[in-house]
């Protein structure tokens, strides 16, 4: 699969989306020179005069006042403009395909879930390091927990929802710890999402040791609040993978903690060695070249199979349906 395919529009939007789209794709195709359209089209729109009075309405050549021209433009424009936003979830998703076989073991986030339900404010903290920070994205807006936000506001656009990127680069378990209090429980999230082990593997730790400082974390966060618990564990890459046994040994543990403690676990590990080893898609397309850090694409698949992940939870609690973290059964994407 490459990671360029196009859409299919005519399968995904009516003819007249599809035509209004066509009008709009010099300006949709990358982030900057869609932020550059943005910026030119503001003075334009202040530039163009004011509808004339009606004492003032000529007749023009096709026999309708321009005045009445003026509004059918407009309203074509406001089609084009509703077309558009009705179509930006095309755009804003990135062609991702979810890997077949690999165990989801995230189960069911009731508490998120019911918030969002109910209408409530949501609060979901990000906790990691340099691959929570961003560090590899192009810009801020490129990171996972800002792509995470704008997929669930998306979604949801009613909700009040808030991502907190707690991310610091070059930290594992033990220093995050001493974050763990003030940057997670005192926030009081009704979601945190904890990416850890990848340094610990680096600086070749005992993985057990970074499991059971772990396992202590979640332990703490628990007991302070009813909040759903995801851990992450490491990225599949080519700095990573030269320690393949400590990394292998870290994924283990990290799985065996979500199963001790009834929380989730998203396996990046395995999700990014299917995007290699049975998507075939070459590591350069999702690592930059420091070959451990994820670029925006691979930032932006991983957050939008997490986020697919809470919205399929939300969709069970609806039904009735709570999935026990522990439970390792593969569900389609």
């Known amino acids: ?24 794709m010099p300006i949709v195709q990358t982030p900057a020179r869609a932020q550059a359209a943005q910026t030119t089209a503001a003075p334009q729109q202040a530039a163009d005069p004011a509808p ?23 309203r074509a424009i406001d089609k084009v403009k509703q077309v558009a936003k009705s179509a930006g979830d095309i755009f804003s998703r990135v062609p991702c395909l979810s890997p077949k076989g690999v165990s989801k073991t995230m189960g069911s986030l ?32 490129f990171n996972y927990p800002n792509r995470l936000a704008a997929q669930l506001r998306r979604q949801y656009p009613t909700a009040d929802i808030t ?14 710890m001493k974050r763990l209090q003030k940057e997670v429980i005192d926030v009081h999230p009704d979601m945190v999402i904890w ?37 992450v564990d490491p990225q599949y890459s080519p700095a990573v993978n030269k320690r393949a046994e400590s990394a292998g040994k870290m994924v283990k543990l990290l799985g065996k903690v979500a199963e001790l403690r009834h929380v989730g676990i998203f ?17 350069e397309s999702f690592v930059i070249a420091d070959g451990l850090h994820m670029n925006d694409w691979g930032y932006a698949c991983f957050a939008q199979l997490l986020g697919d992940d ?9 039904l009735g349906v709570n999935v026990p973290a522990d439970v390792r059964t593969y569900r389609p994407m």
């Open 52 to 74: 004339p009075s009606p004492s003032q309405t000529t007749v023009a050549a096709t026999g309708q006042p321009a005045g009445e021209q003026r509004g059918l433009t407009s």
């Open 1 to 24: 699969m490459s990671s360029l395919r196009p859409f299919c529009l005519s399968t995904r939007l009516a003819a007249p989306a599809a035509a209004a789209l066509l009008m709009l």
């Open 310 to 318: 809470i919205i399929r939870s939300v969709g069970q609690i609806k």
């Open 195 to 231: 990416q850890v082990g990848t340094n610990a593997v680096l600086r070749n730790l005992d993985p057990g040791d970074t499991a059971k400082t772990v396992e202590e974390g979640i332990s703490r966060i628990q007991a302070a609040d009813e909040a759903d618990i995801v851990l």
């Open 110 to 141: 009731p508490h998120v879930a019911n918030k969002l339900i109910a209408g409530k404010p949501v609060v979901i903290v990000a906790f990691g390091s340099s691959s929570t920070a961003g560090f590899g994205a192009s810009s801020p807006d």
């Open 163 to 176: 991502v907190i990127n707690a991310g610091v680069g070059g930290e594992d378990a033990p220093e995050m």
């Open 267 to 283: 396996p990046r590990f395995e999700v990014m060695r299917d995007w290699h080893e049975k998507q075939a898609l070459p590591v």
